[in-house]
């Protein structure tokens, strides 16, 4: 084992320590004690010991296993090559502990036996094997009916939250659309032909469990196109304090339905008068705030769908960009033909017009929402417009001209 003394120093804190972790694999795995030894000396170095490497995969798939190598490798043998194994969780991320068991096997036969339960991918990390150990390590896993997720320029493994398994919010089935996904698009997620990558999450409503409006490229953000159901009684009896606020789980014994529901409410569509609670659902914009502040008493409405929304990523020039909406209200109904065809369309847009290294949002952005709509073939929203009346600078496409001699005001 190599000498670690400031890593050792990262044990002495309150929570738990990768580092303590970490240890006790070394004693069976040299990977893990080399792995250890490389991260001290980088604390010293100042710098890096990994670096990008060359290809590495199993046949047949061009993504899901992230190549490592090191660049001391006579200092650090055990973490010569540390590869990374993608592997595609189940919707929901629901899992048998046989299942786990299973994984944690494999990867304590084939690699250095530490693994990171659903990163920001979603996928299970198998962190760290050698190149010959890649082929035997997939055999495995698709033997026991795994699969590898995405890496690299493609479809990246789709992701949900746990809908309607678990949640009574969700207005469409997430987990079976997650699951759609991943089986349409097999093809794109191991074999990467895209300018860049490309993310499809699902939330089964506005809470968006999965984080889609800021990570996905496609974010599926479930929403009610009726009326907020309200159980009168049931408000009454949060006014009363009958109802504790969060499940009696805060220090206020009862909800201020004025001051913690109504007036927070962005859109001020809801009033509270008289021990009567009224919402204008034309104006609700769907923010969920008063559904989470009282479920007991209030649900979302029946006629579920989705709100589609696209082009969120996070480069590290320009920062953060959440996606927009494309599409205010789709039906999610298997086998989501709809859905699947406007992705397939999107894909082939962006295919042709993408930079290498650009997301589709970044080519919205450069060629404008309005090529956009046109390019994939969709009706342009509303919503989609910004700053509606902020730009004085609006041009017209020849068409427009050709279509008002035509006799037609607008084009389609
Ligand atoms: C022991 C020190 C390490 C720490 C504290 C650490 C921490 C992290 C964190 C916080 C993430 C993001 C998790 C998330 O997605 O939410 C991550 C992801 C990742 N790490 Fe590490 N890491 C460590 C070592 C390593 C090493 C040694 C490798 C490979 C040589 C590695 C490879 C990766 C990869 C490939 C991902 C992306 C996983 C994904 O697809 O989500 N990590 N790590
Ligand atoms: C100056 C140093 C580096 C920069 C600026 C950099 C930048 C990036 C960027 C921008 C991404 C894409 C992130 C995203 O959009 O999700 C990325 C992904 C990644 N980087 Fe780096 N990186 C650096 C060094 C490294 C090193 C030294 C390694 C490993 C030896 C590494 C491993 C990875 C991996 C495994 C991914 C994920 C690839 C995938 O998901 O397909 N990076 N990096
Ligand atoms: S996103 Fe909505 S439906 Fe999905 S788990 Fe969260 S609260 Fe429930
Ligand atoms: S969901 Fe949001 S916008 Fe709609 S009524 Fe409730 S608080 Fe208002």
Not at 330 to 339: Q, S
């Amino acid at each position: 084992m190599h000498k670690t003394p400031l890593l050792d120093q990262l044990e002495s804190g309150p929570w738990p320590s990768f580092v303590k972790d970490l240890k006790r694999v070394a004693g069976r795995k040299k990977s893990a004690a080399d792995l250890l030894g490389v991260l001290e000396r980088s604390y010293k170095d100042k710098i890096t010991h990994w670096k990008h490497g060359g290809i590495v995969g199993v046949l047949g798939y061009g993504s899901g296993i992230i190549g490592r190598y090191i660049d001391i490798p006579d200092e650090f043998p055990g973490v010569e090559h540390f590869h990374t194994v993608r592997v595609n969780q189940p919707s929901g991320w629901f899992y048998t502990t046989a299942a786990l068991r299973d994984l944690c096997d494999i990867w304590d036969r084939h690699g250095s036996s530490i693994l990171n339960v659903h990163g920001s991918t979603g996928d299970m990390i198998f962190l760290g094997t050698t190149t010959d150990e890649l082929e035997p390590t997939f055999a495995e896993l698709t033997a026991k009916g795994w699969d590898l997720g995405g890496s690299g320029s493609a479809m990246r493994t789709p992701s949900c939250c746990v809908g309607k398994a678990r949640c009574e919010w969700s207005c469409y089935d997430t987990m079976d659309l997650c699951y759609q996904v991943t089986q349409d698009f097999q093809f794109e997620m191991h074999r990467p032909s895209f300018p860049y990558k490309f993310k499809v999450k699902c939330s089964g409503c506005p809470n968006d469990c999965v984080a889609a409006v800021a990570r996905a490229d496609m974010s599926v953000i479930g929403v009610w196109k009726d009326d907020i159901r309200i159980d009168q009684a049931a408000v009454k009896a949060y006014a009363a304090g009958e109802i504790k606020p969060a499940g009696g789980g805060t220090v206020y014994t009862k909800l201020d339905i004025k001051a913690d529901v109504t007036d927070l409410c962005p859109t001020i569509c809801m009033s509270y008068e008289g021990g009567k609670l009224s919402i204008d659902n034309k104006n609700c914009n769907h923010c969920m705030h008063c559904i989470n502040m009282m479920p007991q008493a209030l649900r979302p409405g029946t006629e579920g769908g989705a709100t589609l929304l696209l082009g969120s990523h996070a480069p590290i020039l320009e920062g953060a960009q959440m996606s927009w909406v494309i599409v205010p209200f789709m039906a999610m109904e298997a086998p989501y033909e709809p859905f699947i065809d406007l992705i397939g369309r999107i894909h082939e847009w962006w295919s042709e017009n993408g930079k290498n290294r650009e997301r589709v949002g970044e080519l919205m952005l450069r060629l404008g929402m309005r090529n956009f709509f046109l390019g994939v073939d969709l009706p342009a929203p509303s919503q989609t417009v910004r700053t509606p009346r902020a730009n004085p600078f609006f041009f017209w496409h020849a068409e427009d001209f050709e279509a008002e001699a035509a006799g037609r005001k607008y084009i389609k």
